[in-house]
């Protein structure tokens, strides 16, 4: 049961990402700027967790901030270049394009994520069937976006 509910939570997220990130470069084309979008996306989003953190949040993980290593914070970083980088993106590259080739980048990146376990992941070892799956998906990525 759980199980299924975390692969229907998973299918839902990357249903997301395919409407909310072009919804964030019709807010560009609505404000004339791509990084104006971003704020926006950055100050609604952080209402939105300001409000999940009041209904569902724990005050006393607050108190382990100042105990995460500064590094992992550049992850604020990664997500502002990311989201201005589809804002920017969608509207030359196109819906379609831009995710198969992003989707593509995840799967790659994701398989040596995984095989060395990176911060703290479970390790799954690369096998000789993952490693040609991800040239398929490479391969199908680079035929659908010719």
Known sequence: MQTTFF???SLL???MLSIYLPMNSAVSRHLGSPITA??????????ASFLIYGVWGDPATVKKIKDVPWWLYCTGIFSAVMILG???LIPKVGVRKFFILTISGQILTA???SHFGFLGTPKDPITLK???GAIL???GAIFSVL
């Open 13 to 15: 997220m990357g249903a």
């Open 7 to 9: 692969v229907l939570f």
């Open 38 to 47: 971003n704020i926006t996306f950055f100050i609604v989003a952080l209402l």
């Open 86 to 88: 589809t804002t920017f």
């Open 137 to 139: 998906v490479v391969f």
């Open 130 to 132: 993952k490693f040609l």
């Open 111 to 113: 398989i040596f994520v």
